[in-house]
């Protein structure tokens, strides 16, 4: 190539993002492809073939990482790494992970085409079940050595349908836990993702930089009665268990809303017991999750939100028992880098702002280990993990080009 | 025996009940014997012993109902059939059944003691299934005619666990539904049970002569909004079915406190979906049961509990709807059989009042069939269907002397 390329190429983009997106596609247009199931592996085995292709050399490793990896720089020289995931979840969309991975395929071919002698490494990679369908973002905890033999012992889904994935996909527990990515000097991770959620869209903004994670916190809220006949029994002498985890269903709506406008809380699930028409339920839990930009709003919220336990148990005769499940810290992205996309922005023309994430991210576990960048392109009307998922190709095109400008100052540096 | 009989005999009543209360007895005190259980069914087989002890014949029917028979009065006389069930809710109480058949056994005995010829014949009956375990009241509505194949292709339990529970009783789909009793004049059916409430034990009075059972309506209350991401869907744009769900559960019981004090509603089951943490509940199903005297109350209880759901819905974004299931229509006891308790309580110096029954008895099957008539015993706190179900032995003795002059008296005339 003769002309050095100043951006990126958007036709080979969209073919790079049609390739990475057809196995696992849905009648509805999605993408149903859970980690390490036929339509996930599949999707890597297309994405082995670009790899091979364009010329890259491939890497995978224990928990199923897949990179595409260009030696611009050296053997001795760091890596700058770019990437998402290719997992989805059940019947999600096409752009959650998808798009991030052949954004930053397409950066990496358009830094090679820019003829221009990279300082360090550039590598793609694709997470293994980012998603959580198993273990909640397994690849990226494990490439940096934040999971235990206990997470993996305790996966999402049915007993034995992890084991059945693993092999399916030819990994092991053992192989998983010596992932840990260790004879690479990164010099930073680089994520494009959908903001899965409104805000860019209503701010008519194109590219949100991401500030930090949130926590998510983690809680099962038990509600105890008494079981008793739903005949028999009058309703003033009930302690019905399901009053109790009605009343708190709407009451963590209400905290949060009042209270703690930049949090949010989630009850997903709910089990009454025994369970039938005609018992009154003894026990109601709630599987709670709250989502916070710091440990300390997190502790204010699940105090707030403990206090409305107690109190609506004492109205209906009942007790309340507050467990915490599990949680992620919440995590800051780097500075710097956020300071480089919003240059980068600025240089395209492209309207940004500053944005916590909502979600989590591979992002928060490379922070761990490298400084780690995260920009979001809108999603329309806020809609994610569902077929109606979708991101203006125009939006997904300002995106890659943001997150090229990026690397393109990143690698000329050392 | 040379003198008449006046009464029953206690000490007999108290061997006979603690004979049919050992099989499927728990640690806590309670029975463990959903129908046709092994339990359950050893249960039965000692009350074939009891019944061949005693030199009564034994009959039993293709749905398993187990009689002793006492034809005292010769084939062609008609026959008052007295009983109850042995089966038992999972980990249910002992009085619960067991209690009704003991007695119905006691006053079949003490009426042959008396040495006086009866009228009528005299037939002692073990229904299946009263607690509905797999199709509710299935033995009493065989028995009467009134049970289809598409109830017994719809049993409760997992799939498979039913015709388990046949293949182990050694019955048939077949079998029950040939089991209609047409060979046998009915002069009455008479039952004695535990009130499985408070009613007689607030009013400190012996015996409940039930007016008649209430109506048991089912429906499946479903509210629909949309599965989104429960971190990064703002709070305010989340159309989370729990909320609705919550929010009827909350009216179901105000509803009924308010406006409706002699029905009782109850929401025994509830499901989120898809399910998980991290997403907004896109659908809530409740599970509703209505219980009231009349099919008009009953109506007037589910418009007001339809337009509950209704405004719910609204305020939530949410779709409702509201699901009929099935029901069992409210049915009166005979007036006559009424009488004779109440007559036959005064004579014995007992306290008695007429009660609403709120639970469904096979009494209210046999009511299609024959005059029927159903008295209760005090329960201790109204706690029924648990361990803790407790009757004090004076007024089960009550109880089955009560019966035992109903009894006498309806033999005397043919």
């Known amino acids: 190539m003769s002309v050095a390329t100043r951006s990126i190429d958007d036709r080979r983009l969209r073919a790079t993002f049609e390739a990475l997106t057809t196995d696992g596609k849905t009648g509805e247009g999605g993408l149903n492809r859970p980690a390490l199931s036929s339509a996930h592996l599949k999707a890597r085995a297309t994405f082995t073939e670009l790899i091979a292709k364009e010329g890259f050399a491939k890497r995978t490793d224990g928990a199923g990482n897949l990179s595409a990896q260009w030696e611009a720089a050296g053997a001795t020289a760091s890596t700058l790494l770019l990437g998402s995931h290719l997992d989805s979840v059940p019947n999600g969309g096409r752009f959650d992970g998808a798009l991030g991975v052949a954004a930053a395929f397409e950066v990496m071919q358009s830094l090679r085409d820019t003829g221009i002698a990279p300082r360090v490494n550039v590598e793609v990679i694709d997470f293994t079940d980012e998603e959580g369908t198993w273990v909640s973002l397994m690849g990226s905890r494990a490439f940096t050595g934040q999971l235990s033999a206990h997470d993996l012992d305790h996966p999402h889904g049915p007993p034995g349908a992890f084991d059945r994935a693993l092999t399916r996909a030819a990994l092991t527990r053992e192989g998983i836990l010596s992932a840990v990515r260790t004879d690479t000097s990164l ?37 105890t009665g008494l079981a008793n006949h739903a005949g028999t029994t009058p309703m003033d002498r009930r302690r019905d268990a399901a009053q109790g985890a009605a009343g708190f269903v709407l009451q963590v709506r209400q905290t949060v809303m009042r209270e703690f406008p930049k949090c949010v809380a989630n009850v997903g699930h709910l089990t009454l017991a025994p369970g039938a028409y005609n018992i009154v339920p003894e026990t109601a839990a709630c599987a709670l999750e709250l989502r916070a930009a710091t440990e300390s709003r997190a502790q204010e919220l699940e105090a707030a939100l403990r206090a409305a336990a107690s109190e609506v148990a004492a109205q209906h005769n009942l007790k309340a028992d507050f467990t915490f499940v599990q949680s992620v810290s919440p995590r800051a992205m780097d500075p710097a880098l956020q300071s480089i996309f919003k240059s980068a922005a600025d240089g395209l023309g492209l309207t940004s702002c500053s944005l916590l994430s909502l979600a989590g991210h591979d992002a928060q576990n490379m922070a761990a280990r490298c400084p780690a960048g995260l920009i979001f392109v809108p999603s329309r009307d806020g809609v994610s993990h569902s077929s109606r998922e979708f991101t203006r190709w125009e939006d997904c095109v300002s995106g890659c080009q943001t997150l090229f400008e990026a690397a393109r100052r990143l690698v000329a540096h050392p």
Do not use: N
């Open 187 to 223: 010099r930073a991770f680089l994520e494009l993702h959908i903001e899965q959620g409104p805000r860019l869209e209503t701010r008519q903004t194109d590219i949100g930089i991401v500030s930090a994670m949130v926590g998510i916190f983690k809680y099962v809220v038990t509600f």
